[in-house]
């Protein structure tokens, strides 16, 4: 098992003149390191790839950057899902470029875009074969897809662990798993244990925090459950804690958390990561 943090624990935006946060996850024990990208994000790839090597860190990409709402794999408007395929692509060329082992988020769709009706019969069959190209083109390029089920109130596509297994069954496709997220299934899920066992083998990773987004323990989320799954199942992926710095100016707050959950990064993910390795 390896344990790691999202850059936004440490920072707003990932960029050149931030490899020494890597050198700050090492130094607190960390495996792994999950890097934002998207159009506003713009870094050297080679000085942070040689960094997180010399360290010993794996690479994580998501799409927590600026994403244009049009490039949707699960878009009414097939010119939509094409751009979609293409954005996420060169997403993928990126992941490839860091040596970083997986690309992972709410892939399927776009996290804000909630459609508020009866699905089209054809909306999953059209997002999962959208799904099967990445994880196709991903596959070449020695990159995991992972895909995350989040809350209804960010879409309406995936918010549950079944509905993930659905997509993928369609995508038919063994490049694609399943990130599961404490936060996000905290509104969707009732048996967390059930919830990991449905997923089972093709879950790629968790997403460590609390029904706040604070440090993982001492709040709502089921954790003596999860940790007894994850070892009925032989769990052996990533497990990366997530949150927002409500240090770094409004950043929490432009970003939906109106709460002071992470006013320390360090802090957060020293004691997140103490209780993590003692259940697990």
Same mark, same amino acid.
């Given at each position: 098992?390896?344990?790691?943090?999202?850059?936004?624990?440490?920072?707003?935006?990932?960029?050149?003149?931030?490899?020494?946060?890597?050198?700050?996850?090492?130094?607190?024990?960390?495996?792994?390191?999950?890097?934002?990208?998207?159009?506003?994000?713009?870094?050297?790839?080679?000085?942070?790839?040689?960094?997180?090597?010399?360290?010993?860190?794996?690479?994580?990409?998501?799409?927590?950057?600026?994403?244009?709402?049009?490039?949707?794999?699960?878009?009414?408007?097939?010119?939509?899902?094409?751009?979609?395929?293409?954005?996420?692509?060169?997403?993928?060329?990126? $992941?490839?470029? /860091?040596? %970083?082992? !997986?690309?992972?988020?709410? &892939? *399927?769709?776009?996290?804000? +875009?909630?459609?508020?009706?009866?699905?089209?019969?054809?909306?999953?069959?059209?997002?999962?074969?959208?799904?099967?190209?990445?994880?196709?083109?991903?596959?070449?390029?020695?990159?995991?897809?992972?895909?995350?089920?989040?809350?209804?109130?960010?879409?309406?596509?995936?918010?549950?662990?079944?509905? $993930?297994?659905? /997509?993928? %069954?369609? !995508?038919?496709?063994?490049? &694609? *798993?399943?990130?599961?997220? +404490?936060?996000?299934?905290?509104?969707?899920?009732?048996?967390?244990?059930?919830?990991?066992?449905?997923?089972?083998?093709?879950?790629?990773?968790?997403?460590?925090?609390?029904?706040?987004?604070?440090?993982?323990?001492?709040?709502?989320?089921?954790?003596?459950?999860?940790?007894?799954?994850?070892?009925?199942?032989?769990?052996?992926?990533?497990?990366?804690?997530?949150?927002?710095?409500?240090?770094?100016?409004?950043?929490?707050?432009?970003?939906?958390?109106?709460?002071?959950?992470?006013?320390?990064?360090?802090?957060?993910?020293?004691?997140?990561?103490?209780?993590?390795?003692?259940?697990?």
């Amino acid at each position: 098992m390896r344990f790691g943090a999202h850059c936004f624990i440490f920072t707003t935006t990932w960029a050149d003149d931030q490899l020494a946060i890597l050198d700050t996850a090492a130094g607190l024990g960390l495996d792994c390191f999950e890097i934002a990208v998207g159009d506003d994000v713009h870094f050297t790839p080679s000085l942070t790839r040689r960094r997180a090597e010399a360290l010993g860190l794996a690479l994580i990409v998501s799409p927590g950057g600026q994403w244009p709402p049009e490039c949707d794999l699960s878009a009414d408007d097939p010119t939509e899902r094409a751009a979609g395929l293409a954005w996420h692509r060169r997403q993928v060329d990126l $992941a490839a470029e /860091l040596g %970083a082992v !997986a690309y992972t988020g709410a &892939l *399927y769709g776009h996290p804000g +875009t909630v459609k508020r009706r009866v699905p089209p019969a054809d909306e999953y069959p059209r997002t999962a074969e959208g799904l099967a190209r990445l994880a196709e083109y991903a596959r070449q390029r020695n990159v995991q897809v992972a895909i995350e089920p989040m809350s209804h109130f960010r879409t309406h596509m995936v918010n549950t662990p079944g509905q $993930a297994m659905r /997509l993928l %069954a369609l !995508a038919d496709h063994p490049n &694609l *798993y399943v990130l599961l997220d +404490t936060y996000h299934m905290i509104t969707e899920v009732r048996d967390y244990g059930q919830a990991i066992r449905t997923v089972g083998t093709r879950l790629w990773g968790l997403h460590a925090c609390e029904n706040d987004r604070g440090t993982p323990g001492g709040g709502l989320v089921p954790w003596p459950t999860i940790f007894t799954a994850l070892r009925e199942i032989g769990f052996a992926g990533y497990v990366l804690m997530e949150a927002y710095n409500s240090s770094l100016g409004d950043f929490a707050v432009r970003r939906g958390m109106f709460h002071n959950v992470c006013p320390d990064g360090t802090a957060f993910v020293r004691h997140g990561l103490a209780f993590l390795r003692s259940g697990i």
